[in-house]
């Protein structure tokens, strides 16, 4: 059945990949971003600036369902300025939406709410399901972003919405073919950088970008799911892992490893924080297990060698 679907902050690389999966479905997809602009593939683009109501408010009136992927990129330096950035622009814009449904007569029966698995401990000798133990960890340096989604999940928690049902999206790392973190990892590996970051030993949670999309139609239709979802593949690994299984699928005989002195180095250069690379994320999906979701790609490898054949094709 057609359904009316509102992305806000839909413009980036997951809001792409929902919208292209949600027109194939025939849905009707409305954008909420900063900078609309014309579209040949059907979704339509309407301004916002995620943080006041507007004219954009009335289009969740009468909406099956509401997606709010709004956050600035944490991919940068924690600098005073930056840091209230990523604050504000998901608290503000879980608020504005929250608000807007507030006021519908007829209120989405559904509104997934971006928020981060990286909110569970550092930990090494533990998976974290949706009741793992959350917190900061000085040696992964991570209070401010555990900060930032305490405010950002505590902003929904707080919208009151009583006749939508809502959920926090808590999204490990997706690999896409053009977007995420897959084209860098994919382009070092060649360049023989592919080799262990720190000393390899932290754990990666992730989950490719066609089982994302799979996993957010799965949460619309299941009226019985709420609260947190992991949206992490059922099998996470280790960094060393992981880059072993880069060089595997993309052929490169040797790579270069990274100390953590030489990380942070290399992440003043780049403008960001190496908490990225080294904090452990030992995170998994219970939530969608438990409910009968099935994985098309569980495991890294063939996860991988998917989005080869499709980089390359």
């Known amino acids: 059945m057609k359904q009316k679907i509102i992305i806000a902050g839909g413009s980036g690389f997951l809001g792409s990949a929902l919208a292209r999966t949600f027109t194939a479905r025939d849905h009707e997809v409305v954008v909420l971003t900063r900078s609309p602009k014309p579209r040949s593939d059907g979704v339509k683009e309407i301004r916002w600036d995620a943080k006041n109501l507007g004219e954009w408010a009335s289009l969740l009136d009468g909406a099956d369902v509401a997606i709010n992927l709004t956050g600035k990129s944490v991919d940068c330096r924690y600098t005073q300025k930056n840091r209230r950035a990523i604050i504000e622009s998901r608290v503000s814009s879980t608020r504005a939406i929250g608000e807007a449904i507030a006021r519908c007569a007829k209120p989405p ?19 974290m399901d949706e009741n793992g133990e959350t917190g900061a960890t000085p040696d992964a340096k991570d209070q401010f972003s555990i900060e930032v989604i305490r405010q950002w999940e505590r902003a929904l928690e707080e919208a009151h919405t009583p006749n939508t049902r809502k959920i926090a999206l808590r999204i490990t790392m997706v690999f896409g073919p053009n977007g995420g973190v897959f084209p860098v990892l994919r382009r ?83 403008r960001t924080e190496t908490e990225l690379i080294l904090k452990s994320r030992r995170v998994v999906p219970g939530k969608l297990l438990v409910s009968g979701f099935e994985f098309h790609f569980p495991t890294l490898e063939n996860a991988l060698r998917n989005l080869q054949q499709r980089k390359d094709g």
């Open 109 to 127: 029966r559904v509104w997934l709410n971006a928020s981060s698995a990286t909110l569970y401990k550092h930990v090494f000798d533990r998976a």
């Open 188 to 270: 070092l590996t060649r360049f023989g950088l592919g080799g262990r970051m720190g000393n390899g030993r932290q754990l990666v949670s992730w989950i490719h970008e066609e089982d994302f999309c799979r996993a957010i139609e799965w949460l619309m239709q299941r009226d019985d799911l709420a609260g947190p979802i992991n949206l992490a593949a059922p099998n996470p690994l280790t960094n060393a892992e992981m880059m072993q299984m880069m060089r595997k699928v993309f052929n490169a005989p040797f790579g270069l490893p990274a100390t953590e002195w030489m990380l942070e180095i290399g992440a003043f250069f780049l």
